[in-house]
């Protein structure tokens, strides 16, 4: 797969704003999640009109997807960026003193620290949203796996 990373352009991973962009997007079910746990699960006076346990169970579906999407798209960056960092690292050893080479390794380096800290964001972001989840669906639908 290496091989096909190193000739294969990612668009999204070039450009890691435009990168942090598109995660942006893909969290706005987070962004929203004490929203859409209002308007989905029903008060007392409202409970016969809406069956929360599939309410629930849709809306865990929804965010388990999503942190899929984001997880994979984040560590597809990570590998491609990790990929050009080791050419520019292998291209450095045989010009050492070229400035534009190295100028582009440490462009690199960045955005590979700066992707990889996007883990981390991702890892707060899903706490923070289990978190909410946990707390006003658990009487109603109990997820087969707890961590989602």
């Known amino acids: 797969m290496a091989a096909a990373v190193s000739t294969e352009v990612i668009p999204e991973c070039v450009d890691f704003l435009e990168f ?25 006076s409202f409970k016969g009109q809406v069956d929360p346990s599939s309410t629930c169970k849709q809306l865990h579906d929804q965010l388990k997807s999503s942190y899929k ?23 450095r050893e045989k010009n050492a003193n070229d400035p534009v080479l190295l100028k582009a390794l440490r462009k690199e380096q960045t955005q590979l620290r700066l ?14 949203t289990n978190k909410i989840y946990y707390e006003r669906c658990r009487a109603f639908y109990k997820p087969p796996d707890l961590d989602l």
Request: net charge positive; hydrophobic share 30%; proline share 2%.
């Open 20 to 44: 942090q962009d598109s995660l942006k997007k893909m969290r706005s079910l987070d962004d929203k999640i004490v929203y859409a746990l209002n308007t989905s699960i029903p008060t007392e």
């Open 69 to 91: 999407k984001r997880d994979a798209a984040i560590k597809r960056c990570i590998s491609y960026t990790a990929e050009k960092v080791k050419q520019l690292k292998e291209q």
């Open 115 to 128: 992707l990889q800290t996007e883990l981390s964001v991702e890892e707060v972001v899903r706490e923070q």
